[in-house]
């Protein structure tokens, strides 16, 4: 599940991607000690996020993960998505939004619209 990572080596990526987030001290102590049904529903986002980037896909698909989100909380993770992308070639990163003006703060290189007409 984890590529064979240990806890040591986890935990530090953990922490990593939740300071960019800005969860930081107190805070992160405790959303790393609760249970993800346990967090606001913004926060259970942001650690689906987390635990994702762990993993080093190589496709990730984002549905409307910025939804809701805090202003700075949706750059930081805005932000940080950039960043997993850019970190290694061949990554893709697919942002499903409905609302285009939601898709603002992501670097994105193509968007497509559907239209019912």
Same mark, same amino acid.
Do not use: K, M, Q
């Given at each position: 599940y984890h590529q064979g990572f240990g806890e040591e080596e986890?935990?530090?990526?953990?922490?990593?991607h939740c300071q960019r987030l800005g969860?930081?001290?107190e805070a992160l102590a405790r959303c790393l000690d609760s249970? +993800? @049904?346990l967090l606001p529903e913004h926060w259970r986002r942001v650690? @689906?996020?987390v635990r994702a980037l762990i993993m080093e896909p190589r496709l990730l698909v984002y549905e409307a993960l910025l939804d809701g989100? +805090?202003?700075g909380l949706a750059h930081g993770a805005a $932000?940080?998505? $950039?960043?997993?992308h850019g970190r290694r070639p061949g990554r893709t990163s697919l942002h499903v939004v409905?609302? $285009?003006a939601a898709a603002s703060p992501l670097a994105v290189g193509r968007t497509i619209e559907l239209r019912e007409d």
């Open positions: 986890i935990l530090p990526r953990v922490e990593g969860l930081s001290g249970l +993800p @049904g650690v @689906g996020l989100l +805090p202003v $932000a940080l998505t $950039a960043e997993f409905t609302d $285009a």
